[in-house]
């Protein structure tokens, strides 16, 4: 007996369907994946929070601090932001390398920008994808006096004994919201920013870490067009004795 063969229109409907599967299916593959790549961020960020926790225990508690003679506040940015701005900068990234023993960790899998992998680097561009503590650097250290807020606090030296509630300061935070990406408009500008819901992901001073919406825990800075949080500054203000930030959470 003859076989016969599929007709056009069989193939076809066949064709739809495998359409109409993938259709259904890669939005959750896509979620699944981006799931994964959710949980490797926050593993890598753990692993920064412990290796600087292992750097405080071993530094009489002070936090590792960016060695770097510079001279304008654009070079200050850069180095918070995790840039290189130029050769010779001992990052806070460098001094953590010691403890986590791999580089790998400082780039999340959901960032889009091009990272570089510590120890290698190249001027002017990012090699992390978390940013660390604006005033935890600037408090104790001659880096950066170009703000008259900077001028206030230095010379103060905080050690991580004076934050009475280390479990509501984060120490390091991803750059961008990455995994929870909602956007609403800034109603001044006009300009896109981040919604309050939007998520982060942050590693706290007593190293646990988490998800929180930026308008749980960031200060609103409307003229920070594209994102409109401020992630330097403690968002509830300072505790005068000792001069700390007060806490996040």
């Known amino acids: 007996m003859k076989k016969r063969g599929f007709t056009l229109i069989e193939l076809l409907t066949v064709i739809a369907v495998i359409a109409v599967l993938a ?16 949980s490797s961020c926050l593993t890598y960020l753990r692993q920064i929070g412990m290796a600087f926790g292992q750097y405080v225990n071993d530094w009489d508690e002070s936090f590792p601090i960016p060695d770097a003679n510079l001279l304008s506040i654009d070079e200050c940015a850069e180095v918070y932001e995790g840039h290189e701005p130029f050769n010779g900068v001992l990052t806070y990234g460098n001094q953590l390398l010691t403890y986590s023993k791999n580089g790998q ?13 510590l120890p290698s680097y190249e001027l002017g561009k990012r090699w992390t994808s978390y940013h660390y503590r604006h005033y935890f650097v600037v408090g104790f250290h001659w880096l950066c006096p170009f703000e008259p807020l900077v001028q206030w606090v230095r010379g103060h030296v905080p050690r991580l004994a004076m934050f009475q509630q280390p479990a509501g300061i984060f120490a ?12 609403t408009q800034n109603q001044s500008t006009g300009q896109p920013e981040w919604s309050p819901s939007a998520g982060m992901q942050f590693a706290f001073l007593d190293g646990h870490v988490k998800m ?15 994102q409109g949080w401020d992630y330097h500054w403690p968002r509830n203000g300072w505790e005068i004795e000792p ?6 959470l």
């Not at 960790?105 to 992998?117: A, H, L, T």
């Not at 929180?212 to 594209?226: D, H, P």
């Not at 001069?243 to 996040?248: L, M």
Request: charged share 25%; glycine share 6%.
């Open 105 to 117: 960790i400082w780039r999340c899998p959901s960032d889009p920008n091009d990272v570089k992998v």
């Open 212 to 226: 929180v919406s930026v308008g749980q825990i960031l200060q609103r800075a409307a003229w920070w067009t594209g």
């Open 23 to 38: 259709a259904l299916l890669l939005p959750v593959f896509m979620r699944v994946r981006e799931s994964a790549r959710q």
């Open 172 to 183: 390091f935070h991803e750059l961008g919201v990455y995994h929870r990406q909602e956007l």
């Open 243 to 248: 001069i700390v930030g007060k806490p996040d």
